[in-house]
């Protein structure tokens, strides 16, 4: 078990450009959520994926915002024509959604700055 | 809506006991625990469902009062380590993460 891995780890760019994440869950989760946090701020949830089916999208998923999961695997987090709102930590999760306890492990995140 | 946590910021000597409150204004399936240190990921500490099972860290505790829609998360004897902010989320799905408590743990 390697853990959630996130990349990359650090993003800059300019406003207006498209920036694409990438999330792998720990191998034997079916589930897998993004969430955005900001400074001083809990996170906040975004989109989650039950194997590559996305259940459900927050309304702060703009339509600018595109998640996948093609295979039921990794994921991508798209964000189209950025805006420096977007300058957050994008953090990503997995569980399993077997028994009674969905505890959500977290990956290290990535930091998208926008100028 | 969010769950409201209770206090916001506290600051312990080593050894000393906290309290973390998380209300909730919507009936809670179940509760989920999670430590922040600055610039790091959540890391997940317990989760507590309706009936009363927990899963999670032997040196923590916690409560969950279904009627009150409110959980509470016991440190004893916080150690250094202990700092960091601590979020309650509530799950359907997705988790919907509390306000959150700092703790600070001095020396």
């Known amino acids: 078990d390697t853990g959630v891995s996130q990349n990359p780890r650090h993003k800059i760019t300019k406003r207006g450009q498209n920036v694409t994440f990438r999330c792998d869950p720990i191998s034997e989760h079916n589930r897998l959520y993004w969430y955005r946090q900001t400074l001083g701020q809990g996170p906040e949830f975004l989109t989650y994926?039950?194997?590559?089916?996305?259940?459900?999208k927050s309304r702060l998923l703009s339509d600018r915002f595109s998640a996948e999961r093609p295979k039921g695997s990794f994921s991508t987090l798209e964000i189209q024509r950025t805006e420096q709102g977007d300058s957050a930590m994008y953090l990503c999760?997995?569980?399993?959604?077997?028994?009674?306890?969905?505890?959500?492990?977290f990956g290290p995140g990535t930091r998208l700055t926008v100028t | 809506q969010q769950p409201v946590q209770s206090p916001q910021a506290v600051i312990l000597r080593e050894g000393e006991d906290a309290v973390i409150n998380c209300s909730s204004s919507k009936a809670l399936y179940s509760v989920h625990w999670y430590r922040q240190k600055h610039g790091e990921a959540p890391v997940f500490l317990m989760i507590l469902l309706k009936g009363g099972e927990q899963k999670g860290h032997e040196k923590i505790s916690a409560s969950f009062n279904e009627k009150k829609q409110q959980s509470s998360l016991y440190l004893t004897a916080s150690q250094l380590s202990y700092s960091g902010t601590y979020f309650c989320?509530?799950?359907?799905?997705?988790?919907?993460f509390g306000t959150g408590t700092r703790l600070t743990i001095i020396p």
């Open positions: 994926f039950q194997n590559e089916a996305q259940l459900e």
């Open positions: 989320g509530t799950e359907i799905g997705k988790l919907t």
């Open positions: 999760a997995s569980s399993n959604s077997g028994g009674t306890t969905y505890e959500q492990y």
